[in-house]
Antibody, heavy 115, light 113 residues
Framework: QVQLVESGGGVVQPGRSLRLSCAAS????????MHWVRQAPGKGLEWVAV????????YYADSVKGRFTISRDNSMNTLYLQMNSLRAEDTALYFC????????WGQGTLVTVSS | DVVMTQSPLSLPVTLGQPASISCKSS???????????LNWFQQRPGQSPRRLIY???NRDSGVPDRFSGSGSGTDFTLEISRVEAEDVGVYYC??????????FGQGTKLEIK
């Protein structure tokens, strides 16, 4: 069955970097648009980034543009989010989700940016 | 960017009673293929979001038939015919028509009165 498992979260100081992973099973990430969505503590859902199914296009929310990079490894069937120049406002639970209509989600990985 | 506006933001409901959540988009969600990509998600406390409804009115596998979606163009509704205790959580609408960016509604918190 379809499963998405995020990892890589943790506590990091402002200005530092972190890389999140989303391991997929039950389908190939190369066949679907894949997204990162985040949720700050007690807040709603905020879309962060998407990689198109063919891997040729990436789009980012204005709040992370220039700092975050989405990528994937088809051989590992894994999606990544490289987060640089982290800020306190990036503190959130980060989810990966499949497809532009979000049919499957992972359980999330928590990123805390704090000095 | 498409703005999704939900109402109400808080919804206290008595067990066994119906509930209704509205979602309005700032522009039509009809895609060039004729489909309308409006989705509804449920997020129970401490859990990740789960899609309930896709393309306005189609229930995902395993979703109880007390959940239904309706609407067209820019106005959409999620209805629960008889609220049960397990329905407590936050409900989000999300449009999948105009990417990027992806846009969610603010969320509606359903609680038992």
């Amino acid at each position: 069955q379809v499963q998405l498992v995020e990892s890589g979260g943790g506590v990091v100081q402002p200005g530092r970097s972190l890389r999140l992973s989303c391991a997929a099973s039950g389908f190939s990430v190369s066949n679907y648009a894949m997204h990162w969505v985040r949720q700050a503590p007690g807040k709603g859902l905020e879309w962060v980034a998407v990689m198109s199914y063919d891997g040729n296009n990436e789009y980012y929310a204005d709040s992370v543009k220039g700092r975050f990079t989405i990528s994937r490894d088809n051989s590992m069937n894994t999606l990544y989010l490289q987060m640089n120049s982290l800020r306190a406002e990036d503190t959130a639970l980060y989810f990966c989700a499949r497809d532009n209509n979000g049919d499957y989600w992972g359980q999330g990985t928590l990123v805390t940016v704090s000095s | 960017d498409v703005v999704m506006t939900q109402s109400p933001l808080s919804l206290p409901v008595t067990l066994g009673q119906p509930a209704s959540i509205s979602c309005k988009s700032s522009q039509s969600l009809v895609y060039s293929d004729g489909n309308t990509y409006l989705n509804w998600f449920q997020q129970r406390p401490g859990q990740s979001p789960r899609r309930l409804i896709y393309q306005v009115s189609n229930r995902d596998s395993g979703v109880p038939d007390r959940f239904s979606g309706s609407g067209s163009g820019t106005d959409f509704t999620l209805e629960i015919s008889r609220v049960e205790a397990e329905d407590v959580g936050v409900y989000y609408c999300m449009q999948g028509t105009h990417w990027p960016p992806g846009t969610f509604g603010q969320g509606t918190k359903l609680e038992i009165k």
